[in-house]
């Protein structure tokens, strides 16, 4: 897979101060929802603490939303649903883009606040869930606030952030790749997509099944090369979308 570079110009806002909450767009929730979306994404956004989303069960379940500009990230709050089932959100990862920000802890019980502090401040336009045990994943509230910025997100740049030329090659962060479900526990891995065309990666049967992976930096994306596997079954890959940072690009 190539990845290669578009222009534009960046004004992510060095003038919102820390401990801001970011305001959350859209979401998503998969690779499937339990109950025929009965618990929809955007019950994370009620305020009564009521309501709750609801995954399937899985290992790598997610719950994702955008941000709609890039925001430096210190810290996210998670309300628990307060029905049943707390256990189940210990352990869940937090990412800021494709970038880890941190874990809910263990011990995880009905309806408490959880918050997950960054390591150091994270830049990014979206949040993602993701639950690390074979559970399900549901949340009933979720806040996220600003941190401190490195004071030089104003500049404009052409050929993309940090003055990369128009048709660069985009650079990965090979160890941030993952996908939605692994077909084989040792075989068919994520990262099988950088090790040449006799490789490929492959995740199980399903509506919504992904693969990501993170960038080395920001960039703005013109266009996207996808090596479709040579042994067989070419067909599976009619119509999959790509997104950049959840933005469909095609």
Request: with cysteine; proline share 2%; aromatic share 10%.
């Amino acid at each position: 897979m190539t990845i290669n570079s578009g222009s534009g110009k960046i004004n992510t806002g060095s003038e919102v101060p820390p401990n801001t909450k970011i305001q959350l767009t859209r979401c998503q929730q998969g690779p499937s929802s339990y109950g025929n979306n009965s618990y929809p994404c955007t019950n994370a956004f009620d305020q009564s603490g009521r309501k709750f989303t609801h995954t399937n069960r899985g290992v790598g379940m997610f719950w994702r939303s955008q941000f709609g500009r890039d925001y430096w990230v210190d810290r996210v709050r998670i309300r628990n649903r307060r029905d049943c089932c707390g256990s189940r959100l210990a352990g869940t990862e937090v990412f800021i883009g494709g970038e880890k920000c941190g874990k809910v802890e263990a011990g995880t019980s009905n309806g408490k606040w959880y918050t997950v502090k960054c390591q150091q401040d994270i830049k990014g336009n979206q949040i993602t869930l993701k639950t690390t045990r074979n559970d399900y994943l549901s949340i009933s509230g979720i806040e996220v606030f600003t941190g401190e910025d490195d004071g030089d997100d104003d500049e404009e740049t052409t050929g993309g952030s940090y003055n990369v030329p128009a048709n660069t090659k985009g650079g990965f962060n090979m160890s941030s790749a993952r996908q939605s479900t692994n077909y084989s526990n040792t075989n068919y891995l994520a990262n099988w997509a950088f090790q040449g065309p006799s490789k490929f990666s492959h995740t199980k049967n399903g509506v919504g099944q992904w693969w990501e992976v993170g960038f080395s930096q920001g960039y703005w994306v013109d266009r996207v090369r996808v090596l479709n596997r040579r042994d067989c079954c070419g067909g599976r890959l009619n119509g999959t979308k790509v997104m950049i940072d959840n933005q469909v690009c095609g």
